[in-house]
């Protein structure tokens, strides 16, 4: 990644009410677009991807391609999301790896995505989806871009499939997006317990991940871009905002306070680009103006 900090939204290939977007509609504060979602295959850990031209208001894959490009050439980076809600893609065994691992890279190539977002949330196999993100990085090269968006009980402990995998590719994965919402309460670092919707829920979680194992470049705070966006877990772009800061700067705290700072955390996701546009894009505009900011607030040694 060129930027240090970075701002990652999902972009919705489907209508759900949330407003339908071009890849050209999102925002520049955007920094990475992962295409929700790939498609499962009948194939065992295989995937495909179908742009859902009739519900996007008759968006064409050329248009679609010729967006993803432009976006690129703007300095940003797309990236196909595989999992979801709704996803049922399972890699738990070696074929099914290396069906993935194809599917994946062919999908990236016919319509020019930067990488992959692993967004499962059904569990995972970190053995075998070690072995499928290594055979997909091995194909795509070091420039490959490797998002996860794990939900909060999958990054409670490093015994958890999803932090090993995550620790497992450290020398290629750029960022996890923890999801902070749909949740219940989770233990911070400290061994407390929070509740979704505060502060505290960000940074004392974050926190787990920091002192795990991950890079503070790896560590991102994945949240709702409205009321709308999710069940429950959404707070205001402000919360956000002094999450960050507490975390880089160990200002704007809540009552837990990080032991020491990470200026180097990587940013900040949100679900979806669709539902900030619908809610005037406050989040884009606000979170992604602040974690852009965090830039110029350290120092850089060569």
């Known amino acids: ?3 240090k900090h970075a701002v990652t939204g999902y972009w919705q290939n489907f209508n759900n009410g949330a407003t339908v977007q071009k890849i050209s ?5 955007y920094d990475i677009i992962a295409v929700a979602f790939a498609d499962a295959t009948t194939t065992p850990g295989a995937v495909t991807f179908n742009l ?7 968006y064409t894959v050329d248009q679609f391609k010729a967006d993803v490009r432009a976006k690129q050439a703007a300095g940003k980076k797309v990236i196909i999301s595989v999992g979801g809600e709704k996803g049922t893609v399972s890699v738990n065994s070696s074929a099914s790896a290396t069906n993935f691992a194809n599917s994946v890279y062919s999908v990236m190539r016919e319509y020019g995505f930067d990488g992959v977002d692993i967004d499962l949330e059904n569990g995972l196999n970190p053995t075998y989806m070690t072995q499928a993100l290594r055979a997909l990085s091995a194909k795509a090269g070091p420039d490959m871009i490797l998002t996860m968006a ?6 409670q402990s490093t015994q958890g499939g999803y932090f090993q995998t995550a620790l497992n590719v450290k020398d290629i994965l750029t960022v996890v997006n923890m999801q902070y ?19 505290d829920f960000l940074t004392a979680l974050a926190c787990i991940q920091l002192e795990g194992g991950l890079a503070p470049s790896q560590v991102g705070l994945g949240l709702p871009a409205s009321t709308r966006a999710a069940g429950g877990g959404y707070v205001s772009p402000s919360v956000v905002n002094a999450a960050l800061d ?9 009552s837990f306070k990080p032991s020491k700072t990470y200026p180097d955390l ?3 996701m949100t679900w979806s680009t669709n539902w900030d546009a619908t809610a005037g894009n406050a989040w884009s505009n606000s979170v992604g103006a602040h974690v852009h900011a965090l830039e110029g ?5 060569h």
């Open 181 to 199: 919402y749909n949740s219940g309460t989770m233990l911070g670092c400290d061994g407390k317990v929070y509740a979704q919707g505060t502060v």
């Open 52 to 58: 859902d031209s009739a519900g996007l208001g008759g």
């Open 1 to 3: 990644m060129s930027l």
């Open 297 to 301: 607030h350290h120092h850089h040694h």
């Open 246 to 254: 507490c975390l880089t700067k160990a200002t704007n705290c809540g």
């Open 266 to 268: 990587r940013g900040a």
């Open 25 to 29: 509609d999102v925002p520049s504060a």
């Open 150 to 155: 794990p939900q909060t009980i999958d990054m």
